[in-house]
């Protein structure tokens, strides 16, 4: 009894925490609009774990990884090369390694797309603009082959769709991309709220 009291409280109280998790992504991701940011997609040795290319450089991914280590201390460098380490086969080899690269996997997005989905963050692609919350990742494949990723934000457009945070080439920054092309995965990943406060939660109710 007193486990579906602490459940019934915990589920109750969830969606306030998602919605502050989401915030914590959106501020994030459109503080990386006021970076200066020149697009490089060279191949750059990094530390491990919490290693970045020089700030002042960057591509779509990088939006994604400083946004997460910024709203919550969290390393897709490290993430999905563990997840790589464990299971390598579930992961494309469009690029021909035969073994995980930590300078490099978590700057690609079919990899983050991979882990996403290993994570159970999948959720329906629809053309429905309500569909689509602040903080959700989106993918797509720009001219049909340029694997592409972003954020939804909690602006819109003046026709009601929300806006994108992502960087295409010209640095990051805040417009209408979300249909302009097919979308190809739609992620919602809130590691803090999903994650560990929930599972925390739960175990302590037991």
Request: proline share 6%; net charge positive.
């Amino acid at each position: 009894m007193r486990f579906l009291v602490c459940l019934i409280l915990l589920l109750g109280l969830a969606p306030s925490a998602a919605a502050k998790s989401a915030e914590a992504v959106v501020r994030a991701a459109q503080a990386r609009t006021l970076a200066d940011v020149r697009y490089d997609p060279k191949y750059v040795k990094l530390s491990y774990p919490g290693g970045d290319v020089p700030a002042d450089t960057g591509v779509c991914t990088d939006v994604i990884i400083r946004t997460y280590r910024n709203a919550f201390a969290f390393d897709f460098q490290r993430a999905v090369h563990e997840d790589m380490r464990k299971a390598f086969s579930a992961y494309p080899k469009i690029w021909g390694l035969k073994r995980p690269d930590k300078n490099i996997d978590h700057r690609r997005v079919p990899n983050l797309e991979t882990y996403l989905k290993r994570q159970g963050a999948a959720v329906p692609i629809t053309k429905n603009a309500e569909d689509y919350l602040p903080g959700d990742i989106v993918t797509w494949r720009l001219g049909g082959r340029l694997a592409h990723i972003g954020i939804v934000s909690d602006k819109k457009s003046e026709w009601g769709t929300p806006l994108i945070v992502h960087n295409v080439g010209a640095g990051p920054v805040e417009d209408d991309l979300l249909f302009n092309t097919d979308i190809h995965g739609h992620f919602r990943y809130m590691p803090d709220a999903n994650m560990t406060t929930l599972s925390a939660a739960v175990t302590a109710a037991r």
